[in-house]
């Protein structure tokens, strides 16, 4: 029967499994002191890699969030001050339309529209869904997975995002997912599924 592949998956794992290697490799069992030294030697650059990039992630988290929430600020003063500009008297739509505040025509229609679906693994079997709902009463996510012979109905989502949190079919394995979408109405399904999206579920 072939075995599985022996080196872990993930950062961590992968750490505590190379430093148990490295604390137990003596040269009696066939590797020369040379090469022990040179897995001593990478082992060490990996632990300071893993920590510099743990620590640029979290820089990265925090940047983001206070550039949301300068944005966010930015975005509550605007929409105030157009309420103000559109309550003037002198208002005009032409006025409007050189500043930019004038939105443009809402042309969608469900009826020949798919949802855009977008996705993001988190590991562990977790994949975030987003998606815009627009006049909709939400979207039927379908998926399959690697061994699903058919689509199957996920979940009907009514907001967004969704959180598809099953776990992976078998443990330490990656697992390729299929989505799907299409909008509800009504409680009637409208418009168009939308092109598959593929995810890699990692471990």
Known sequence: MPKSNFIPNGDHDFLVWLDHL?????????????????????STQFHEKVVNASKATAIAKQATAEKNDCQH???????????????????????????????????????????????IDQTGGVVILSFTKYKSDGINIYCQRSNDANWALLARATFSPFLDNRPLLELNKPELRRYTAVYMSRDKEIGQYCDDLVINCAP
């Open 22 to 42: 490295i604390s137990n490799l003596t040269p009696d069992y066939g590797l020369p002191e040379s090469d022990i030294k040179a897995l001593i030697a990478v």
């Open 73 to 119: 600020q930015a975005i509550m003063l605007v929409r105030a001050g157009v309420r103000r500009i559109k309550a003037h008297p002198d208002y005009t739509e032409a006025r409007g339309a050189f500043l930019n505040i004038e939105g443009p025509e809402n042309t969608f229609d469900l009826a020949t529209s798919s949802p855009d679906l977008t996705g």
